[in-house]
């Protein structure tokens, strides 16, 4: 049989020979499957029963082949089930015995319940007995055999790789390595330093702790690194998705913009057409009452033998008249008409249009070491844009990586801005606005929170016709501060009681998902999730930031308090996780690592900030920048090693 050891897997076992499969070959067309020997012993002892049978039945369901005129060739191309061979594998793997070392030198099959840890040897019950009672033996450590794959790695190298039968003894400081008195007398007799692997291990006990301090370290670097590669590797994926809709929303842009451009040419062609058809269709009309003119004159000549000679007379005359008539209302017709020709003149625009394609872009890969080391490097203004009409930008958002969007509480609008700066589209809210946040699903979309209304606007930003469109309002049990989006959810902060604060969650198309409570603070200011959990959020009046479980009702808890950073509003994160808060109060703001703890006041006594509300650490044109908003500007910094 195929193995003595019995399958736990039914799905294994052959439906003849009631063992584990050997070969497994599957019938064609009911995949059933046996063993090769099993079916080729049936298949002949079946066709051989009946002289002259061709048919081949199943011996499970029955399912008849016909026509099995040669069925050597035909079991020998019958195909082999893989995916039992795996299994048949992974049994083999789990039920691996493990056999008594003892026996097996003896050529018996003994299996092993216990392991001796000086001998690194497996033993079955019988040669565990002699081993405690032999003299060289006896006080040698035997446990049980599941207890080998703890320590099996270190007692494995307690014999001599050249004498396998002699135990390691010494030490070769020289070489490091251990060997067995026979190798240390003939191979390392000129080695300085050769010590006893009794000496060597008086003082290991010592160097555990110490070990094990520096592998901690070690793990909690390997750790963070395994952290920010899968952060890096999100992100990636992120820019990826990013790059993907930035590319995908420029060509409906490219294609929007063409169809746009043709509608005139094809307004002036439907316009002329129907012009010139109906000159056509008059001119031919003109031409077919001539030519119906003719063909009377000329049924009549043909029938002139039935009429009278008076009567004929009279219809050449007329004919006579006709015929001069005729010819010049031809010639008149013939020289005014002239033919249709339709042309197309293509601009510069269009002739090169399709030979400019090569410029549509391409994608570039950068690798950078380590990327931007947030917590070193140093803050630099790379620009402060002025937004038209605005004092007061309570928050801002970069949408698809190169344009802005922010609001002004004081004017009660939105504003759309190119990277540079450019205002491209503006609009008026109905009420007050305080957050805002991109919609990465949707390109160019983001919504709006409004105050006092219990209101959050969605919005879509159009390039091509510099304008922003009203989508879709969600209307709120209380009124609405902070917003944020996470991954495809949309998180609201809601004001519902003095002592109570509440979370709402919904999707990107504005469906309501769940409420999170949290019993702990009012007017929570600005909101940021770092993850479908955690929740970050600023309360001015109590100059903190708060960490807040989305998992579990509950209490929030402090992550910081300083008396200055006074009045935080905005909170946001890098992509290592380090926490940015601006504070309206102190005109600074504050850089904390992923637990809460201080970092630095990354920007402080910076003329150009005056009251900021919203702040974004994001990949933006060209590299990761800071955005602030301060009164009616957005400051861009940008990180600079120092």
């Not at 099995?68 to 039992?84: F, G, M, S, T």
């Not at 010139?276 to 002139?304: A, Y």
């Not at 380090?578 to 006594?605: E, H, M, T, W």
Request: include cysteine; charge should be neutral.
């Amino acid at each position: 049989m195929a193995t003595c050891v019995p399958p736990t897997n039914d799905l294994i076992v052959c439906p003849i020979c009631f063992d584990v499969f050997r070969d497994p070959k599957s019938l064609p067309q009911c995949l059933h499957t046996f063993c090769k020997s099993c079916i080729c012993s049936y298949a002949s002892t079946t066709l051989n029963k009946i002289l002259g049978k061709t048919n081949f039945i199943c011996p499970v369901c029955r399912k008849c082949y016909d026509n099995v005129d040669n069925i050597d060739a035909w079991l020998k191309n019958l195909p082999k089930n893989h995916l039992i061979v795996t299994l048949i594998n992974q049994e083999k793997m789990e039920n691996k015995e493990v056999l008594c070392a003892y026996c097996k030198r003896q050529e018996k099959n003994e299996s092993a319940i216990y392991w001796c840890t000086e001998c690194s040897d497996n033993l079955c019950e019988k040669c565990a007995k002699f081993h405690e009672v032999n003299r060289l033996t006896m006080e040698h450590k035997v446990c049980n055999i599941e207890a080998k794959n703890q320590t099996d790695s270190i007692s494995s190298v307690l014999f001599c790789k050249q004498h396998s039968s002699r135990k390691l003894e010494v030490y070769c400081f020289d070489h490091e390595e251990p060997c067995c008195l026979m190798c240390a007398t003939v191979s390392h007799r000129k080695c300085e330093k050769v010590s006893s692997l009794d000496e060597c291990s008086l003082h290991s006990p010592e160097k555990v702790q110490r070990l094990r301090t520096e592998f901690d370290e070690l793990r909690k670097r390997c750790d963070s690194e395994v952290t920010r590669v899968e952060d890096d590797k999100e992100n990636f994926m992120k820019e990826s998705k990013t790059i993907e809709a930035r590319v995908k929303g420029l060509t409906e842009e490219i294609i929007q913009t063409l169809r746009d451009k043709e509608k005139d040419p094809l307004s002036s062609l439907a316009k002329t057409e129907k012009e010139q058809t109906l000159v056509l269709q008059t001119k031919l009309e003109e031409l077919q009452t001539v030519q119906e003119k003719l063909e009377r004159s000329i049924q009549l000549l043909q029938l002139s033998e039935r009429f009278s000679k008076i009567a004929l007379f009279w219809e050449i005359k007329k004919m006579e008249k006709d015929v001069s008539n005729i010819d010049l209302q031809i010639k008149n017709l013939v020289k005014r008409y002239k033919t249709p020709v339709l042309d197309l003149n293509i601009n510069e625009f269009g002739h090169n249009f399709h030979s400019s394609l090569n410029l549509f872009g391409e994608i570039k890969l950068k690798l950078k070491t380590n990327g931007v080391d947030f917590r070193s490097a140093k803050l630099v203004l790379e620009k402060s844009l002025n937004v038209q009409e605005s004092s007061c930008l309570t928050d801002v958002e970069v949408i698809n990586g190169t344009h802005l969007v922010t609001v002004c509480q004081n004017s009660n609008m939105v504003y759309f801005l190119s990277g540079n700066g450019t205002l491209l589209a503006s609009s008026p809210l109905p009420y007050t606005p305080w957050g805002i946040a991109a919609l990465r699903k949707h390109q160019f979309q983001f919504c709006v929170t409004m105050q006092n209304f219990n209101l959050v606007g969605i919005y879509k930003a159009n390039i091509s016709d510099r304008c922003i469109i009203p989508c879709k309002e969600l209307q709120l049990p209380h009124n609405a501060y902070g917003i944020c989006t996470f991954n495809d959810k949309i998180i609201v902060s809601l004001e519902e009681k003095q002592t109570e604060q509440v979370f709402r969650v919904y999707d990107e198309e504005g469906n309501y998902i769940k409420a999170q409570h949290s019993y702990d603070n009012s007017l929570c200011n600005g909101i940021h999730a770092i993850s479908e959990r955690r929740l970050l959020y600023t309360v001015h009046c109590d100059n903190s930031v708060y960490s807040q479980d989305l998992s579990s009702t509950g209490a929030s808890t402090k992550l910081y308090k300083s008396f200055e950073m006074v009045k935080p509003i905005g909170i946001t994160s890098d992509s290592e996780g380090n926490l940015y808060v601006a504070c309206f109060g102190s005109n600074n703001v504050f850089q904390l690592d992923p637990q809460g703890k201080f970092i630095r006041k990354i920007i402080q006594d910076d003329p150009a900030v005056q009251r900021p509300y919203g702040v974004r650490v994001t990949f933006f044109h060209d590299g990761f920048k800071l955005l602030l908003t301060s009164g009616g500007k957005i400051l861009i910094y940008n990180f600079s090693e120092i």
